[in-house]
């Protein structure tokens, strides 16, 4: 009933800036919380960034100062700014978000992910 679709990664040198998106498609559904994920080979799913439906934002450490997440209520969209861009921002970076849908009560939808690849 619901997807998320990212996109925005490429490859960038360090020290670029990147502006992922993700939006979330279907009917009858209002979004609370939106998150950014990103996982490196070899290593576990990383939580970068969250924000609520009040706009509320939290990064992880490595990240702030450098992305900014923001939403779009009225496209249903959540979008990560990246700026200053390290080789260890290197990951494929995926949507979350926890979805009120219908009668189905909440929800956790993920995106396929989008890759980001940052060289030195």
């Known amino acids: 009933q619901v997807q998320l679709v990212e996109s925005g990664g490429a490859l960038v040198q360090a020290g670029g800036s990147l502006r992922l998106s993700c939006a979330a498609s279907?009917?009858?559904?209002?979004?609370?919380?939106m998150r950014w994920y990103r996982q490196a080979p070899g290593k576990q799913r990383e939580l970068v960034a969250t924000?609520?439906?009040?706009?509320?934002?939290n990064y992880v450490d490595s990240v702030k100062g450098r992305f900014t997440i923001s939403r779009d209520n009225g496209k249903n969209t959540v979008n990560l700014q990246m700026n200053n861009l390290k080789p260890e921002d290197t990951a494929v970076y995926y949507c979350?978000?926890?979805?009120?849908?219908?009668?189905?009560?909440?929800?956790?939808?993920w995106g396929q992910g989008t890759q980001v690849t940052v060289s030195s």
């Open positions: 979350n978000a926890d979805i009120v849908v219908g009668y189905l009560g909440v929800r956790r939808y």
């Open positions: 279907g009917s009858a559904f209002s979004i609370n919380i």
């Open positions: 924000i609520t439906s009040s706009d509320i934002t």
